[in-house]
């Protein structure tokens, strides 16, 4: 499903269920003794497994999330955007997933906010297959070729619509496949049913080392993101409407607190504690590859959740390049994000 048609659809589905709330000043909780509004709040996410969204995981699986006062339900979707059609749907109050979908979605005049950052870099990599495509020379050479994605319109496939549009091409040149995040994404690859992939790790480090692919574009590390978006560009994040976070300021509280509490335990934690937190089936059978992938992407886990300064311009200035549901439409980027979360968050956990 291309993108476009996927928000419409969207905002279809929401309808007037979701108003557009930007504007309303964000209320906050007095300290981490506010009321919860409410204590169950489902999740939505797409590929759970990966280390875009480790600190989601961290938070679950070390009891974060319930030292606040929280039961929270995870959804796992294939993609991003699957994720996404779940919140603005109403089976999920929040999701975890790209920063660039807030920006989406205001285009289609819906109001998302992210709270809270998991991610300082995207750590997409896109490849080509040395099976169906040894002779691969430049970019230009995926014209009319498959092209793997997590799912159409996850983060995935606007990284790879990116670097396409740098090279002159566009979506419509190629065709995007949806492969998910972990084992068949990997089997679609060696099978031949695609030209090249676009995914993250464990699954790219897993077909790097087997000498399957090679790398075309890479924003695992800052200078590497840098150097393919032009500034930094945030990734994953904890983003819910504008109308939830104005209903339910002590739960946005809490996830913030809980989450920043996960990304702070990642920048000390030790390989076997990070392989005895996750769930085995994160491995992929093999924690050796699994922990030298963790290397490759620990710099872009943001270390304390604060969104950087130029970060959100950098991801609509991505999307302007080739997304016409963005191009020329009035982009509000202060109403697409807050730090203030985060910033209580922080002076909670020091004191």
Known sequence: MQRRSFLAGAAAIAGAGLANVAGTPLAFAQGTAGKLETSKVAIAVGGKNLFYYLPLTIAERRNFFKDEGLDVEISDFAGGSQALKAAVGGSADVVSGAFEHTLLLQAQKQMFREFVLQGRAPQIVLAVSKKTMPNYKSVADLKGKKIGVTA????????????????????????????????????????????????????????????????????????????????????????????????????????????????????????????????????????????????????????????????????????????????????????????????????????
Not at 199 to 213: F, Q, S, W, Y
Not at 330 to 337: F, G, N, Q, T, V
Request: proline share 5%; glycine share 8%; aromatic share 6%.
């Open 152 to 351: 159409p319109g996850s983060s995935t496939s606007i990284m790879a619509s990116f670097v396409l549009a740098k090279a002159g091409l566009t979506a419509k040149d190629v065709a995007f496949v949806g492969v998910g995040a972990g084992a068949g994404a990997i089997a679609a690859l060696q099978s031949g049913q695609i030209d090249a992939l676009a995914n993250l790790d464990p699954v790219m480090t897993k077909l790097e080392r087997a000498g399957e692919i090679r790398v075309v574009s890479d924003t695992r590390t800052l200078s590497d993101t840098r150097t393919v978006f032009g500034g930094d560009m945030p990734a994953g994040c904890l983003y819910a409407s504008q109308s939830f976070i104005t209903k339910n300021p002590n739960t946005t509280q809490a996830l913030t607190n809980a989450m920043v509490r996960a990304l702070k335990w990642l920048q000390s934690a030790t390989g076997s504690e990070l392989i005895n937190t996750v769930p085995e089936g994160y491995l992929l059978g093999d924690r050796a590859l699994y922990l030298d992938a963790w290397q490759h992407v620990k710099e872009a886990m943001s270390p304390d959740g604060l969104m950087p300064a130029d970060g959100p311009a950098t991801s609509l200035k991505t999307l302007q390049t080739f997304d016409p549901a963005v191009q020329g439409k009035p982009i509000d980027l202060s109403k697409a994000w807050t730090n203030d979360f985060v910033k209580k968050a922080l002076t909670t956990l020091k004191a």
